[in-house]
């Protein structure tokens, strides 16, 4: 008994600490990704209704972020802002020339006048304002008190991403926007739309309306996990974007300082295409919008003129749509099966000079480049367009590890650092499997996507080559924006830091001192996520 009341005793001291620990901390600013400089300083500012926000009105950008700021506060604090300036000091936009900042740095200054964001450009104030948001509370109650402090703040890399598969499942424009505003919440500004691939094409082409009206749709879907099941729903599952859907998430994006870059899957995972235009494949078909998950033989003809001919088509309409400087090729997992069978493909060997079909599978990718290239796009593809040797100016993605990006950049080629061992949101957060929802496999924690370093396996004198770094999430099973939102959070905050906060300022505890904000804040956004970090 002695020991239980003594051990009590402890307990309750314990507690107290503990508080006030969480009582001092909420007096700091915890931003993530942890800001390149912060200065705290003596005494606070307090937003009121008679704050105003002040910025050039002329600067549509600055109208546009000043909009996005009076709505969070209406939204989720039910304060309007002062519409001119009272006795409440101010909220100050203002574009100008810092020196050591690019475009998206941004400085934060809050003193007795208020609260004062500056940038050389609009993006930096917009990064700005996703840095303000995490110092109001994350309890829609909770009073507007900011601490007095100096912030200079810009990111490390220029490529912070994250892919989304909206093939496997398909998710609406409405959930589309709310992924993008998560991604901006954290500082992401590329967002790679995987839109084709074997279980169904998702982006409408005028020229080819096959693609919509057979391609976007598959008969049933795999129930369980494809290594051990082989039962099928029943149920017809599909849905693409409209062109006009996908101007209004190209434009959504932009405003958020977002740049979308589409990826057209080929030569492999192409079974969706071939599904409507069986022409294109080697045997000419026939060929199915798959119903289950892995790798299909099914592949575009690379021996057929007509291929090309239907590959340019669409890129010449995503070219229209996507103002993107990048456009995504695919080029990952296409097996070599039917073109060792086809007399066009093997013509092709031959009468290009080719060695085999890893060199055919290279001719068909720079000839997509030369291709883009004319329309005054780059080319970006998975690790596998290095084999049979890669494209002049083609960009890697490698997620195969981390072997094709450093090859790639020994090589004098640009890099996105996408590991899946590192960066696949797809993978478990829990190593006791059985408590998680199912899983493609893998384990990662937050801790171990935290500590990721995208350079860190590359020569220094080609480090440069690392645009950045990104996490994709394919949605094999991940049938639901609950799920998706599950398997996001809070990784997308590891990763935020990893692409914005600067080289060597690693510490998983601080990280984690300052998540301690962000789960609540998750809460009070609707966004579901999991909390086994917490
Ligand atoms: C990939 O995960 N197949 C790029
Ligand atoms: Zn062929």
Redesign the pocket.
């Known amino acids: 008994m002695r020991f239980l009341r003594t051990t009590g005793k402890i307990c309750s001291a314990l507690l107290l600490v503990f508080s006030m620990h969480i009582n001092s901390h909420a007096q700091e600013i915890d931003i993530v990704p942890k800001p390149a400089e912060l200065k705290m300083q003596k005494g606070n500012f307090e937003i009121t209704g008679n704050t105003a926000l002040v910025y050039d009105r002329s600067n549509k950008d600055l109208a546009r972020i000043a909009g996005f700021l009076s709505g969070h506060m209406e939204q989720y604090y039910k304060m309007n802002l002062a519409s001119s300036q009272g006795n409440g000091g101010v909220i100050r936009f203002e574009i100008t020339s810092l020196p050591g900042l690019d475009k998206e740095g941004y400085t934060m200054k809050i003193d007795k006048n208020g609260i004062l964001i500056s940038a050389p450009a609009a993006n930096g104030i917009f990064y700005g304002f996703q840095t303000l948001k995490q110092m109001l509370p994350s309890d829609p109650a909770g009073k507007m008190i900011i601490p007095y402090a100096e912030i200079k703040d810009q990111p490390r890399f220029a490529w912070r991403g994250m892919m989304l598969d909206v093939c496997r499942h398909f998710f609406p424009v409405s959930y589309i926007k709310k992924f993008l505003d998560n991604m901006a919440m954290y500082k992401l500004n590329t967002f790679h739309w995987h839109l084709t691939d074997d279980q169904g094409w998702r982006i409408e082409i005028k020229k080819y309306p096959g693609l919509a009206d057979i391609s976007s749709w598959r008969d049933e879907t795999l129930i369980g996990h494809g290594h051990k099941s082989q039962l099928y729903d029943g149920i017809g599952y599909g849905g693409f974007y409209t062109q006009d859907q996908i101007r209004e998430i190209v434009q959504y994006a932009a405003d958020r300082f977002i740049t979308v870059v589409p990826e057209i899957e080929m030569p492999g995972h192409s079974s969706a295409a071939l599904a409507a235009y069986p022409e294109l494949g080697c045997t000419g078909g026939p060929y199915q919008v798959q119903k289950s998950w892995g790798v299909f033989k099914d592949v575009y003809c690379a021996g057929k003129e007509e291929t090309f001919r239907f590959l340019q088509d669409v890129i010449d309409e995503v070219c229209e749509l996507f103002p993107s400087e990048y456009i995504h090729i695919g080029g990952?997992?296409c097996p070599k099966d039917a073109w060792k069978e086809c007399p066009l493909c093997q013509k092709r060997i031959k009468d290009e000079g080719l060695k085999d079909e890893q060199e055919l599978q290279s001719y068909f990718v720079r000839r997509m480049e030369k291709y883009l290239n004319s329309k005054g796009r780059k080319l970006i593809g998975?690790d596998e367009i290095l084999e049979g040797g890669i494209a002049p100016e083609a960009t890697v993605m490698s997620?195969r590890g981390e072997q094709g990006g450093i090859e790639a950049a020994k090589q004098g080629h640009d890099v996105i650092m996408t590991p899946?061992e590192f960066c696949y949101f797809d993978h478990y957060q829990n190593q006791n499997t059985f408590s998680e929802p199912l899983a493609i496999g893998g384990y990662l924690p937050l801790e171990k996507v935290y500590n990721y370093d995208p350079v860190g396996k590359i020569d220094k004198e080609k480090a440069h080559h690392v645009l950045g770094v990104q996490a994709?999430v394919?949605t094999e099973y991940i049938a639901n924006t609950q799920k998706l939102e599950y398997m996001i959070f809070p990784r997308i905050c590891a990763l935020s830091e990893i692409a914005w906060s600067p080289a060597g300022t690693k510490d998983f505890g601080d990280f984690q001192k300052r998540m301690a904000t962000e789960y609540p804040r998750f809460k009070m956004y609707g966004i579901n996520y999991c909390d086994h970090s917490f």
């Open positions: 990952d997992e998975w997620w899946g994709n394919w």
